[in-house]
């Protein structure tokens, strides 16, 4: 039975291309307001669930609901209200920043003025007013992880789905991005599912996190009963006790 007061609500959600198993019978809720964590190995299948929750790719078993819409039925109006950041973002290189987030406004259908008024907002959020007008050719990693951000907000998302939002920061972009989510779900109520493999970065942000191992959801619940069931200390020890528990 769906949960209706779940912010999403994902029910044995299966996923196979051909003969591979890339996610397979998962199930988890996430809060409304709530930044989730979503943790696993690179290929465990965190990707092919994020985009089955945007309609991306169509699920082979099992559903979910995004805001009470289900993923396949109401896929657009899904879209309309989610905000995606997919790992190993690419951006226009001849365009601007502001140009870039102007398009992505667009693409929404919302008004122009609309979509000016928002992108110059998210442009002082994120701190790009000096670089808004320059080609995103020339910017670097945790710049380019800020636009994303921002055009993934552009529409004033009540659910934000990033994979891997920090790959690739040094310290100082990890936290400035880290801070944006926090202030975006304690300010805003945004739903943010957070996925990741540096479990530095879950830690700080989340206090309920799933698990995925091989296609497989390992765990799923409170990081700190977890960490009682195990009895460990860190997000490391508890990563390879629940990794050695399934491979067992």
Do not use: W
Not at 121 to 147: C, H, P
Not at 157 to 176: A, M, N
């Amino acid at each position: 039975m769906s949960d209706t007061t779940a912010a999403i609500d994902v029910r044995r959600l299966g996923k196979r291309f051909g003969a591979v198993t890339a996610v397979d019978d998962v199930s988890f809720s996430v809060e409304p307001g709530e930044i989730f964590g979503f943790m696993g190995h690179n290929g465990a299948g965190k990707t092919t669930t994020l985009r089955m929750l945007l309609g991306l790719t169509k699920p082979t078993s099992g559903a979910a609901t995004v805001l009470g819409r289900d993923i396949v039925r109401d896929t657009l109006d899904v879209r309309r209200q989610a905000g995606y950041l997919p790992a190993n973002y690419a951006l226009p290189p001849d365009m601007t920043a502001r140009e870039f987030l102007r398009y992505v406004g667009a693409m929404f259908a919302l008004p122009p003025r609309l979509v000016d008024a928002r992108a110059d907002e998210l442009i002082a959020r994120f701190g790009l007013g000096a670089a808004a007008d320059r080609k995103l050719r020339g910017f670097s990693t945790g710049m380019t992880q800020k636009v994303g951000l921002a055009q993934a907000l552009i529409n004033e998302p009540s659910v934000l789905l990033l994979d891997e939002p920090t790959s690739g920061l040094d310290p100082l972009g990890r936290h400035e991005l880290l801070e944006h989510l926090r202030a975006l779900a304690r300010d805003r109520g945004v739903t943010v599912v957070f996925s990741s493999h540096i479990l530095s970065d879950v830690e700080t942000l989340c206090r309920r996190v799933a698990v995925m191992h091989h296609a497989r959801l390992i765990a799923c619940g409170e990081l700190a009963a977890l960490r009682r069931e195990y009895a460990v200390a860190s997000m490391d020890e508890l990563y390879l006790a629940l990794v050695r528990r399934h491979a067992a």
